[in-house]
């Protein structure tokens, strides 16, 4: 019976229609903007996802990486039209103790794509959804800003902005990307990650929601 149990959980998950739910509830209660008001001193937010290794050893973002750096950079491009001063601030460390930060494997590849190295901030020392917003605060604290928007991908964005909104900070939430579950009858191995992802921030949340109960955040 475990093992009947078992098979058939991993069938729904990957088919897609136990993942579904998943994500989409991960993702609930968030209204995206496409276009974020960007005036004055603005700020945009960028939050990492990891790194890889290439075949030669050097590191990359992963694909969820590259989609926010693409978002970002041409958000900042709009922003330099619209605002007087952009600044994008880049927030990650090194959680997979891959030897360099997220923050700094990410920021070439925003400079390649047009962001003005002296308009980049990075913050290095955060590991989790939670510290990239407290130490970001931080950062924004000491700043005056008009306008500030925060980009990540849609299934972390509904935790992020619990977090940055526990440290007073309400940034407009933009998508660099979306995950959706591909339903059919044939198992497929994005709609797993796809479900480990939203399960990830789904248990971040709750635990989020149990710490300020219990007074800790």
């Known amino acids: 019976m475990i093992a009947i149990a078992a098979a058939a959980l991993f069938w729904l998950l990957a088919t897609g229609w136990l993942a579904a739910p998943l994500i989409d509830w991960a993702q609930a209660g968030v209204v995206p903007i496409e276009h974020p008001d960007m005036h004055g001193h603005t700020a945009l937010i960028l939050l990492g996802i990891g790194t890889r290794r290439r075949d030669d050893g050097t590191l990359e973002p992963p694909a969820d990486g590259y989609a926010r750096i693409r978002k970002t950079a041409e958000l900042y491009r709009d922003c330099t039209r619209r605002a007087q ?29 047009g962001v003005a190295r002296d308009d980049l901030i990075l913050e290095s020392h955060s590991r989790t959804t939670y510290e990239n917003a407290k130490f970001t605060a931080s950062i924004l604290r000491s700043r005056h800003d008009d ?52 399960l990830h921030e789904l248990i971040g949340m709750a635990q989020f929601y149990a710490y300020r109960w219990l007074g800790w955040f």
Do not use: K
């Open 147 to 198: 306008a500030r928007a925060l980009v990540t991908s849609s299934y972390q964005m509904r935790r992020a902005l619990l977090d940055f909104q526990r440290f007073g900070i309400s940034p407009q939430p933009v998508y660099a990307n979306r995950r959706d579950a591909q339903l059919g009858v044939v198992p497929r191995w994005r709609n797993l990650v796809n479900a480990e992802l939203a």
């Open 85 to 113: 001063q952009c600044t994008v601030i880049v927030s990650g460390g090194d959680p997979q103790h891959h030897g360099a930060t997220e923050a700094a494997t990410y920021a070439p590849y925003l400079i390649a794509a």
